[in-house]
């Protein structure tokens, strides 16, 4: 899903002439048959073979200048790049974004709005045929109203992890979309988000349509001998935690005939909350134990995960199963976490009744989510309330890139 972009009013593409070869630079992108325009920009000092070629110094003066001389809004503009370092200065001014190729490990706090591999990909999102990462497409999910055209995606890297005897191992990881913590001014109210946390404490239906779907897209290609997932630590277990995972009832999978087992035991309570990466690894190690009488030897396991922040938990216990003996481990994570900052200051959206801020709930009997302040329940008006996508409509343009012409400036002096 787009993050800042609004689908329906896209006018302008930015291309990066710098990473992008001439195939994507001189395509005709069209939006429902209507051409779109396009701008190519650069850094380097190479000769401007293109009319609309466009040299800049800094992405803020370029965003500046394009919003104003074509007479669009930052939610408007996509930026089409095969460089990440470009797409996240893109996010910073609310910018939309597609990757094309895939995203690298080390990339996984500034994810694009979509990552994709060729020009017909581009078209394909562009025109709504591919909607964008799994869990994000199920978080906002009506039962009511769903769309079965939906095509949504998995993002997709491997990583290699070295196990005690010094052997690398390679981890698939599939992951469902982006989380954004409550710290961060550049979250945009995020229906993943709040799933995430809502999963902690109780069952959530798009959680279970997602892992449902996403593992029966990976048994599609590989042969799953187990499903398994993290599980909760001596102390959870002992104040009766919810042991959210349990909770999925996965019923495509059932009908596959894979079952979610518990594979893993936890050995210890540890706590990452913040920890740095390094303190995080050395903290979970030897966390993990493989509960007797389960042999793994040989098999392909899937382990399912809510949230990937530095990767310690899932690769200690992933490293657990291959030193049992797995021949291979794929990891489905929900979200990851996102550390993308925003210069722009967030505004939230406003009760008309009673003037606190809004923020996605969720409705208790149904699972659909709305923007409601503290308050709706006491308020007898229903206009209190917004719809999910109206809400969020709001706030793009709410938060969108501002434009102070510098002649304003100068008055004040
Ligand atoms: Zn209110």
Redesign the pocket.
């Known amino acids: 899903m787009w993050k800042w972009t609004n689908p329906k009013d896209i006018q302008l593409l930015i291309l990066d002439g710098d990473s992008l070869e001439e195939d994507y630079l001189t395509y005709s992108y069209t939006i429902n048959d209507k051409k779109i325009k396009t701008i190519i920009v650069t850094k380097k000092s190479k000769a401007l073979v293109y009319e609309n070629f466009k040299k800049y110094y800094d992405t803020y003066n370029l965003i500046h200048e394009i919003i104003i001389k074509e007479n669009c809004e930052s939610y408007s503009i996509v930026s089409i790049s095969r460089d990440i370092l470009f797409l996240k200065s893109m996010m910073e001014y609310h910018i939309g974004t597609i990757l094309v190729g895939s995203l690298k490990y080390d990339f996984l706090k500034n994810i694009p709005d979509y990552d994709v591999f060729n020009v017909e990909d581009i078209v394909q999102v562009l025109n709504y045929k591919r909607t964008g990462y799994g869990a994000e497409i199920f978080a906002t999910y009506n039962d009511k109203n769903p769309d079965k055209n939906q095509k949504m995606s998995l993002l997709y890297c491997s990583e290699s992890i070295t196990l005690s005897d010094g052997r690398e191992q390679n981890v698939d990881l599939y992951f469902g979309g982006r989380y954004y913590a409550n710290k961060h001014m550049y979250i945009l109210n995020d229906p993943l988000s709040y799933v995430v946390k809502k999963f902690k404490s109780r069952y959530v239906k798009a959680v279970d349509l997602f892992f449902d779907s996403a593992c029966i897209h990976i048994a599609r290609k590989e042969k799953i001998d187990y499903l398994t997932y993290i599980p909760l630590k001596p102390k959870d277990i002992e104040e009766n935690k919810f042991d959210r995972f349990k909770s999925l009832k996965l019923p495509k999978l059932k009908k596959g005939n894979i079952r979610l087992d518990n594979l893993l035991k936890c050995t210890k309570d540890f706590s990452q909350k913040g920890n740095d990466l390094y303190v995080r690894r050395e903290v979970v190690k030897g966390t993990f134990q493989i509960i007797a009488n389960v042999d793994i030897e040989n098999k392909t396991i899937v382990i399912v995960d809510d949230v990937f922040s530095t990767g310690s938990t899932i690769f200690e216990a992933t490293k657990t199963l291959y030193e049992a003996g797995a021949k291979k481990v794929i990891a489905i994570i929900l979200s990851v976490n996102q550390l993308t900052e925003s210069s722009i200051e967030y505004k939230n959206l406003k009760?008309?009744?009673?003037?606190?801020n809004?923020k996605i709930r969720m409705k208790n009997n149904t699972g659909e989510l709305f923007f409601?302040?503290?308050?709706?329940m006491e308020?007898k008006d229903e206009k209190?309330t917004a719809k999910l996508v109206l809400g969020m409509d709001a706030l793009k343009k709410k938060n969108k890139f501002e434009i102070f012409e510098i002649i304003d400036l100068l008055d004040e002096f």
């Not at 409601?372 to 709706?376: A, D, F, L, P, R």
């Open positions: 009760c008309k009744v009673c003037g606190s809004m409601g302040c503290e308050n709706y308020h209190n």
